[in-house]
Structures are given as C-alpha cells and as structure tokens.
Nanobody, 116 residues
Framework: HVQLVESGGDSVQAGGSLRLSCAAS????????MGWHREAPGLERELVSG???????TYADSVKGRFTISRDNAKNTLYLQMNSLKTEDTAVYYC???????????WGQGTQVTVS
C-alpha cells in the first residue's frame, strides 16, 4: 500500500520561508523519483521540483534559487525548503512519486501554502 502524507503548509508573509515534508512508504523512496507539484486557482498544475532515486534534482524556473528539494531515505521523507516566498507561490502543494515529470503515479492529499 503506497501512501504519501504531506505536512508543513501554512500562511506566511511574502519573503518568508516554509518547509514542506512528505512521509512516504519505503518502497517508493528506493524505487522511484519523487517531487512536488502545485496547483493554484485558475492555473494549470505544474511540477515545482523533482528528485530522482539517485538524487538528481530539477526545478521549475520560477522557483530556482529559492526552493530546495531533498530526501532522507532513512526517514522515508521528502522535503521542500521554500525561501523568499512570493504571493505567486500560493497554491496547494502535492507530493508525488514515480514519473513525477509527466503523469505521477502516486499523489498525496495536498497541503495549502498561502503567501500574502
């Protein structure tokens, strides 16, 4: 049974920071790439960042230099450190696994990030 559980979403002021966490079943972290998608009202869902099973990372241009994705395989946890947050970062953030850049196979329930 695959499960992804996000936490860390909150309301912050522009310029602030948040760290999102995603607790995953061990099978996922050892076999698949993982990442974060976000969906804002009226906008298409987009891939924010991904990390392969060997640690290679990718970022959307809009978050490069501000967001950092990482994984702790021992804790079966994925993270997204978000700094210098902007109002346009407001969205529901979803932890995803397997085929993260195209059609992710697994999704978390989402966590709301609001920047004002």
């Amino acid at each position: 049974h695959v499960q992804l559980v996000e936490s860390g979403g909150d309301s912050v002021q522009a310029g602030g920071s948040l760290r999102l966490s995603c607790a995953a079943s061990g099978y996922i972290l050892s076999q698949c790439g993982m990442g974060w998608h976000r969906e804002a009202p009226g906008l298409e869902r987009e891939l924010v960042s991904g990390i392969s099973h060997d640690g290679t990372t990718t970022y959307a241009d809009s978050v490069k230099g501000r967001f950092t994705i990482s994984r702790d395989n021992a804790k079966n946890t994925l993270y997204l450190q978000m700094n210098s947050l902007k109002t346009e970062d407001t969205a529901v953030y979803y932890c995803v696994a397997c085929s993260v850049a195209t059609f992710p196979e697994f999704w978390g329930q989402g966590t709301q990030v609001t920047v004002s």
